[in-house]
């Protein structure tokens, strides 16, 4: 036996100086001429990443992990579909997730085919109520948030509505530029303590209502609404700081091995037992994400209990350092 | 038939309501009636004698040319030019990439003349592919690293900068003897990325924006709609934001200065104190041989701050003087009514604000107080940034620095946009309309606010944009 691990580990010696010994030191030039058809790196692709997205498995559904299909968004985390008008399309996928909790989901425009005078897009897009940097518990107080935000370039069209769409309540919240002659229509709900917004631009607003009337088409799941949206029955209930205090029974400080300035906002799924099964990077460093893993996997959690029976639970933890946030608001309706 | 006339009224009132259409818009080019609108220090630098006196030392070491030896040494053994007024020059000292033939004709890309200027030896150093005579100046960056067979390799980035031209050869080098990096490799393998010299105008109002602005600011952009969030990059030492450079990767004017003395002229510095190889000759090679070392004679670092000296320019370092230039340089004075005429520049910066582009270009941010000149105390820098870096999808170059990744820039200051020629992080184009083009891509968070301008948008409406952005 021993014999075996000692041929066994020459081997692996051998193999690894032979394979040093082929790729060479890497160098920033040379005469290579001698290679007259070297590899080309793909232009215009991203290939060095700084702080970015990740997840402890390729399972579990990410809010960004949403794809236009056969002309239809489908967000299995939000467990949202949408059908885009005929000849719309998603030319270009969004940025990743920022480090306050915003989420780019799809960016939909008429297809460069499209033969028609329409003009206008839609943004489908996300804000949790885990980080984000607005002084807002609820979808209806991040709307508003943005009404008293908008500056003297816009104008109110109609201040922000509840409105039945898809059998579901949502906040409507009109505006516009009178210079640019555009109108903003918002769209917003609350799914998973995250407000998921449908933002209609455009100059033409019977294009904009008839494409918020297409909107009945689309499915949301039960729990949509402007201020509900809190997760449950068949994914965790949602609690806003659930990371803290009597609940967390055990917890380890991640060990960084590199001082970094940036926020690491971590959204993490609780199993009913009370130990952590999901893990998601919103932004990220590798190393800083190895650590957090790390750390996380000796974390235990109070088991969260709703109505007797114990569920689970989905939260953020900020590691890493935090943006300062405004002044926090007065209700916290995410929390439960 | 009925049909028929319906359809031509579908087609022709789009064409009424947008009546540019058929005649596009056009980026008006450098602003060159109004003479040069940048360049000159605060007023209250030039109401002091002293500070005047400093300011005007900085310009003249930032236009001296330097030499390996004599009395200007220091230079390389690797550099990119020989001044840093060379680079920065348009439309004036401080500014950036300059041209012949557009307007102030500062002349052709200095880079391009250095053989024939006699500052490099043509018999060992050649003109790179990339340094055209009517093109920009550029800094050269190879994202990766190549393995010995002269493949590209993604898992070992570089990023750093692979200076352009050698001492070698030059009757001040003595013997030594260095190869210039492999520019056609890294072209033909996509493994090489540009920079442009970024302007230094109105920098010191910059440096002087606190944190807490800069964070305030960020808080004030949630809600914008547009898919834009944005992130600060940080200095690695304090963890303070870092402002300077197209990745925000340099926290102050003196490193900024002490970094490229060092970087883009080979001399080394109080900041920056050794001479600089290329990145695979120090962090996995050698180091610069020893015939290379010291070549000015004078020991480490080169340049100093002088004991002998008897007033503050004559004490003062060259860094030290570079930085007094930059800090007591006023910001650019944009134009009221040229191009486009004051109606459309009034139109052109409300549109600009209206369809989201002034969500990352913050058209003014306040200073605190400074110690330095009245003029930087609590002053309003209108520099159409937010200092924050910024997904920006296929401009992605690849060169992590600091906290921001390869598709991270810096919003870029659009202050003096009017009398700049070559635009972007590597002077790809010289028409703003192809710059703004270049904001839309997949995973870029512009894509929302392009969309905006280039679809949403009447002709005319755009063409009081680009009237605004030639007017500052």
Redesign the interface.
Do not use: C, K, Y
């Given at each position: 036996m021993n014999m075996r691990i000692s041929h066994f580990l020459t081997l692996l010696g051998l193999c690894i100086t032979l394979l040093a010994r082929a790729q060479g030191a890497p160098q920033s030039g040379g005469d290579f001429s001698s290679n007259p058809q070297p590899k080309k790196l793909p232009t215009e692709t991203i290939l060095v990443n700084g702080a970015w997205s990740s997840a402890s498995d390729s399972v579990t559904p990410l809010p960004e992990g949403g794809k236009v299909a056969n002309n239809v968004y489908n967000n299995q985390y939000f467990g949202l579909t949408y059908a885009l008008s005929p000849d719309w399309t998603e030319k270009y996928s969004g940025p990743p997730p920022s480090d306050s909790g915003y989420y780019v989901l799809a960016q939909i425009r008429p297809a460069d085919t499209f033969k028609g005078t329409i003009r206008g897009s839609v943004l489908i897009a996300a804000q949790d109520l885990f980080f984000s940097l607005t002084p807002a518990s609820n979808t209806l107080e991040l709307i508003n948030f943005s009404k008293d935000s908008l500056n003297v370039d816009y104008k109110v069209e109609q201040p922000p509505t509840a409105v039945r769409i898809a059998n579901h309540s949502l906040i409507r919240f009109d505006y516009g530029s009178p210079v640019a002659e555009l109108h903003w229509h918002v769209l917003a709900t609350q799914i998973r303590c995250h407000m998921v917004q449908f933002v209609f631009t455009g100059r033409d607003t019977k294009l904009m209502e008839s494409l918020i009337q297409d909107m009945n088409k689309m499915s949301l799941p039960d729990e949509a609404g402007p201020i509900s949206g809190r997760g449950g029955g068949e994914v965790p209930v949602c609690v806003k700081d659930y990371a803290n205090g009597e609940n967390v029974m055990e917890r380890m400080d991640p060990v960084f091995a590199e001082r970094r300035f940036n926020p690491v906002p971590v959204r993490i799924i609780i199993d009913k037992e009370g130990k952590i099964k999901h893990i998601h990077f919103l932004s990220a460093f590798p190393d800083q994400a190895k650590a957090i893993t790390d750390a996380l996997s000796h974390w235990r959690f109070k088991p969260y209990l709703r109505d007797g029976h114990t569920v689970e639970v989905e939260t953020g933890v900020m590691f890493g350092r935090a943006p300062r946030p405004a002044a926090p608001s007065s209700t916290n309706a995410a929390t439960e | 038939m009925k049909t028929t006339k319906l359809a031509s009224v579908?087609v022709f009132?789009?064409a009424l309501f947008f009546p540019g259409m058929a005649s596009a818009q056009t980026d008006p080019g450098v602003r060159s009636s109004t003479g040069v609108n940048a360049g000159q220090p605060f007023a209250s630098v030039t109401a002091s004698p002293n500070d005047l006196a400093f300011f005007q030392t900085g310009l003249a070491q930032f236009n001296e040319h330097q030499t390996v030896t004599g009395d200007n040494p220091g230079l390389g053994p690797r550099f990119n030019l020989d001044s840093c007024g060379a680079c920065h020059s348009q439309p004036a000292p401080g500014g950036t990439s300059p041209a012949s033939g557009i307007f102030p004709n500062i002349g052709p890309n200095p880079q391009s003349q250095v053989i024939a200027n006699g500052v490099v030896n043509g018999g060992t150093n050649t003109i790179p592919y990339f340094v055209l005579a009517n093109g920009p100046v550029r800094e050269a960056r190879?994202?990766?690293?190549?393995?010995?067979?002269?493949?590209?390799?993604?898992n070992?980035?570089?990023?750093?900068v692979?200076d352009l031209f050698t001492v070698s050869g030059r009757s001040d080098a003595g013997s030594c003897s260095l190869?210039?990096?492999?520019f056609n490799?890294a072209g033909?393998?996509?493994?090489i990325i540009f920079r442009i010299p970024t302007p230094t105008f109105g920098t010191g109002l910059m440096a002087n924006i606190d944190d807490s602005t800069l964070?305030a600011n960020?808080?004030?952009q949630?809600?914008n709609?547009?898919?834009i969030?944005?992130?600060f990059n940080?200095n690695?030492n304090d963890?303070t934001i870092s402002r300077f450079g197209w990745k925000a990767q340099n926290k102050s004017l003196m490193i900024f200065a002490g970094e490229a003395y060092n970087v883009e002229m080979g001399i080394s510095n109080e900041l920056f104190t050794q001479d600089r190889p290329?990145?695979?000759?120090d962090q996995?090679?050698s180091g610069l041989p020893s015939n290379c070392l010291n070549l000015a004679r004078v020991g480490y670092p080169e340049d100093i701050t002088h004991s002998g000296g008897t007033t503050a320019s004559t004490v003062t370092s060259d860094v030290g003087l570079f930085n007094v230039f930059m800090q007591f340089l006023d910001q650019p004075t944009p134009s009221t009514t040229t191009p486009g005429g004051a109606t459309s520049i009034a139109?052109g910066r409300?549109?600009f604000?209206?369809?989201g582009c002034a969500t990352c270009h913050s058209p003014s941010l306040t200073t605190q107080a400074s110690h330095l000149t009245p003029g930087l105390s609590n002053a309003t820098a209108n520099l159409f940034s937010d200092i924050e870096i910024?997904?920006m999808?296929?401009l992605?170059d690849?060169?992590?620095q600091g906290?921001?990744?390869?598709?991270?820039f810096r919003t870029a200051p659009l202050w003096g946009l009017g009398q700049r020629i070559f635009l972007l992080h590597d002077g790809r184009t010289t028409n703003l309309l192809s710059a703004i083009e270049a904001h839309?891509?997949?995973?870029?968070?512009a894509?929302?606010t392009e969309?905006?301008f280039d679809?949403?948008?009447?002709p005319s409406?755009q063409q009081d944009i680009l009237n605004f952005l030639r007017s500052l």
């Open positions: - | 579908f009132l789009p190879f994202p990766f690293f190549f393995d010995q067979f002269g493949n590209p390799n993604p070992a980035p570089n990023g750093g692979e190869q210039q990096p492999s490799t033909s393998t996509n493994n964070l960020h808080r004030a949630g809600g709609n547009l898919g969030s944005g992130a940080h690695g963890g290329l990145p695979g000759e996995l090679g139109n409300r549109l604000s209206a369809i910024h997904h999808g296929a992605a690849n060169v992590s906290g921001a990744g390869g598709d991270q839309e891509s997949n995973g870029s968070e894509t929302q969309l905006n679809q949403l948008l009447t409406q």
